[in-house]
Antibody, heavy 121, light 107 residues
Framework: QVQLQQWGAGLLKPSETLSLTCAVYGGAFNDYFWNWIRQSKGKGLEWIGEINFSGNTNYNPSLKSRVAMSVDTVKRQVSLRLSSLTAADSAVYYC???????????????WGQGSRVSVSS | DIQMTQSPPSLSASVGDTVTIACRASQSIGTFLNWYQQKTGKAPKLLIYGASTLQTGVPSRFSARGSGTDFTLTISGLQLEDFATYYCHQGHSSPRTFGQGTNVEVK
C-alpha cells in the first residue's frame, strides 16, 4: 500500500522560506514524478511542480523563480522549498504521486495528508 | 496555460439522484483528463483517469466521458458519501491545471 506522509513548518512570516518534506512508503519510487500541489480559497488547486528520482524537475512558471524541489532516493523523500513568502502563499500544501507516462493521463493517484501553511507577520 | 472550466460551480441533489458535472478545457487535451473527489479537510481522491477509466476501488455509479475539450462526470444514484466537491484536472500540458470545483450538496 502506498502512503505519502508530509511535514514542515506551518506558521511563517513574510519573506521567509517554506520548507516541506514528503516521505513515500511502498510502491516503486523511481517510476513516478513526485508532485507538489497547493490549495487556497482564492486560487483553488494549483500545481507547483514535480521531481523524479534523478532530480529532473518541472515547475509551474508562475512560481518558478521561488521554487526548489529536491529528492533523496535513499530515504524515499522529496522536499519543497518556496522562498520570499507572502500572504498569498498561505494554503494547504500536498505532495502527490503522478507523472506521465507511468500515469497514462498524468493523474495523481496518491496524496499526502496536506500541510497547512500560514504566512503572517 | 490550459484553462479548465467546470459547471455548475455547485448543485443541490438528493440521495438517489443522477447528477452530471461538466468540464471544458481551453484547448484540446485528448483524454488527458482526470476527476477527483474532495471532502472537507481531506486530500483529493482520484476517481477517474484518462477521461473515462475508473480508478481501482471506485464504485461503478461513477462514470465519465469525453475527449478533446469537453468532458463530463456522472454519478448515478447519488449516495450520502458522494456529497463532496469534484475537480477536473488536465495532465496533458505543463503547467498541470485544475477546474475550480463543483460542490455537490444535499438538497
Amino acid at each position: 500500500q502506498v502512503q505519502l506522509q508530509q511535514w514542515g513548518a506551518g506558521l511563517l512570516k513574510p519573506s521567509e522560506t517554506l520548507s516541506l518534506t514528503c516521505a513515500v512508503y511502498g510502491g516503486a519510487f523511481n517510476d513516478y514524478f513526485w508532485n507538489w500541489i497547493r490549495q487556497s480559497k482564492g486560487k483553488g488547486l494549483e500545481w507547483i511542480g514535480e521531481i523524479n528520482f534523478s532530480g529532473n524537475t518541472n515547475y509551474n512558471p508562475s512560481l518558478k523563480s521561488r521554487v526548489a524541489m529536491s529528492v533523496d532516493t535513499v530515504k524515499r523523500q522529496v522536499s519543497l522549498r518556496l522562498s520570499s513568502l507572502t500572504a498569498a502563499d498561505s494554503a494547504v500544501y500536498y505532495c502527490a504521486r503522478g507523472g506521465y507516462p507511468t500515469q497514462v493521463a498524468g493523474q495523481f493517484d496518491y496524496w499526502g495528508q496536506g500541510s497547512r501553511v500560514s504566512v503572517s507577520s | 496555460d490550459i484553462q479548465m472550466t467546470q459547471s455548475p460551480p455547485s448543485l443541490s441533489a438528493s440521495v438517489g439522484d443522477t447528477v452530471t458535472i461538466a468540464c471544458r478545457a481551453s484547448q484540446s487535451i485528448g483524454t488527458f483528463l482526470n476527476w477527483y473527489q474532495q471532502k472537507t479537510g481531506k486530500a483529493p481522491k482520484l476517481l477517474i483517469y484518462g477521461a473515462s477509466t475508473l480508478q481501482t476501488g471506485v464504485p461503478s455509479r461513477f462514470s465519465a466521458r469525453g475527449s478533446g475539450t469537453d468532458f463530463t462526470l456522472t454519478i448515478s444514484g447519488l449516495q450520502l458519501e458522494d456529497f463532496a466537491t469534484y475537480y477536473c484536472h488536465q495532465g496533458h500540458s505543463s503547467p498541470r491545471t485544475f477546474g475550480q470545483g463543483t460542490n455537490v450538496e444535499v438538497k
